[in-house]
Each structure stands twice: as structure tokens, then as C-alpha cells.
């Protein structure tokens, strides 16, 4: 059950996330690069057919992945004209692509021709319904703060790990603070240090 909470969670804010995207913008503001982060930027290989920026706040710039190259949300990006997709038949797509193994795929292909067939076992079927209902919580949901999400980090067991913390914003790391196993805020831990909340000497509580 807290498994399933977890996945959930994070497949909420993700969803939210692009909800969000294409209403308002960018979800996350990003520092300015100033010259002298730009000055740390490794050189790009003079061999690179297309230049585009890091992924996430970063200012350096790095070559485009090409068509067919594994790609996820923490990897480079896709090229011009290409769009990162979980490879057909993947049974978790989210976890796929925040571990990398999505694919560089044409981004005028339609659905139908990125997917793979329709599964017609029970086990399919099951999944199914378990992802309509999820897209119907998330459908009632309303739209997320965009100073105030978070992603939840959770452990191989579903459960949240000891310590949680806001995404970092440019170079300025996130707020963190101390969690039990199901993400209940511990006593004592606001949230009001940047990155360096010691969570781990608290056992099992």
C-alpha cells in the first residue's frame, strides 16, 4: 500500500509538473547563468552536430542526443524534432525514464506508432485499470503550487527515505527535512536548512 502511495505521489507531481508546463510556463525559475558559471563549461566536442543546454538549470552547452539514443529526465536531450519516450512494451514507463532508459524517438510519430499492441492477458488488463484510475485521481487533482512541489524520495520497498528535500533551484540547494517511513514530518526538522538536514541517526520511528 505505501508502495503504491509513493509511485502514485511521484506520478501525480509528474503529471502536474506537465500539466503545469504547458499553462504556465516554466514550473522551476532558474539562476541567470553569469560568466563566471559559463567559464566552468567543459568544451563541446568539435564533432557535435547539434548544441543544446544541460538539463535542468545547468549553463553549459553539450550536443544533442540523436534519434534512437537511450535518454531519460535526468540525462541529456533530445535533438531538434525528437522527444524522449519509454521503449515500446515498457511495463514502468515512469521509472524508466527517471532511470535513463527511455529512447530518442520522432516527436511527429503518433502514439499509436510508439506504443507496442494492446496486451489482452488478465495481468494486462489489471494494469490497465490501475492506470485509468490513476489518471482519474490525478484529472481531480488541482493544479500544484509551482514554489511548492516536491518529489517524493522513496526507497526500493516504496517507502519515503529519512530525509526529503525541495528540488535545488540553479545553485542554490533545496530545503530538507526529516521523514518516517510514510512521510509523516518528524518533530524537530522544518525544512529550513538547505541540503544539510541530518536525518539519519533517527532509527526507525
Not at 63 to 69: E, M, Y
Amino acid at each position: 500500500m505505501v508502495a503504491t502511495l509513493c509511485s502514485l505521489s511521484i506520478t501525480v507531481i509528474l503529471a502536474s509538473i506537465a500539466r503545469l508546463s504547458q499553462s504556465v510556463g516554466t514550473v522551476i525559475r532558474c539562476e541567470p547563468c553569469g560568466a563566471g558559471a559559463q567559464m566552468l563549461c567543459k568544451p563541446v566536442p568539435k564533432d557535435c552536430a547539434e548544441r543544446v543546454r544541460e538539463p535542468g538549470c545547468g549553463c553549459c552547452l553539450t550536443c544533442a542526443l540523436l534519434r534512437g539514443q537511450p535518454c531519460g529526465i535526468y540525462t541529456g536531450k533530445c535533438g531538434v524534432g525528437l522527444t524522449c519516450q519509454p521503449q515500446p512494451g515498457e511495463m514502468k514507463p515512469l521509472q524508466a525514464l527517471l532511470e535513463g532508459r527511455g529512447i530518442c524517438v520522432n516527436s511527429t510519430l503518433k502514439k499509436s506508432e510508439r506504443t507496442s499492441p494492446l496486451v489482452t492477458t488478465q495481468e494486462g488488463r489489471e494494469r490497465g485499470r490501475e492506470g485509468e484510475r490513476e489518471r482519474q485521481t490525478i484529472s481531480k487533482l488541482n493544479i500544484l503550487d509551482p514554489h511548492g512541489f516536491r518529489i517524493p524520495n522513496c526507497d526500493k520497498k516504496g517507502f519515503y527515505k529519512k530525509k526529503q528535500c525541495r528540488p535545488s533551484k540553479g545553485r542554490k540547494r533545496g530545503m530538507c527535512w526529516c521523514v518516517d517511513k510514510y512521510g509523516q514530518p518528524l518533530p524537530g526538522f522544518h525544512g529550513k536548512e538547505r541540503g544539510s538536514a541530518h536525518c539519519f541517526a533517527i532509527e526507525n520511528q
